[in-house]
């Protein structure tokens, strides 16, 4: 995996639809190194993936490019990050649980 636009890409093809069914969520991710935001639009069992900040988004996850090449790669545990201080999470941290859920290894 070469960039963060890969890694959120392949995050979007590790989606499962049946978990999002009746969500409406937006969950943010602003990659520190590369200055870079992104919104991944959950709703009714879609996922869109949109580039730059979303006012709506219901949590963002703050990361650099290395931790969320981990996490989507399955070589970083997302909990594991957060307890190291590679991963913040800002807005209801309890959704941020639900993308194991939405995007399971």
Known sequence: MTSVVDAVQKMKEKFNPAAAA?????????????DKQY????????????????????????????TLKGIVSGETDGMQAFMGGKLRVEGDMMLSMKLSELFPA
């Open 22 to 34: 009746g969500l409406d969520l937006v969950f943010g991710f602003n990659i520190t190194d590369e």
């Open 39 to 66: 919104a991944l639009i959950v709703k009714d069992g879609t996922c869109e993936l949109q580039e730059g900040e979303n006012a709506d988004a219901n949590c963002t996850l703050v990361m650099d490019s290395e």
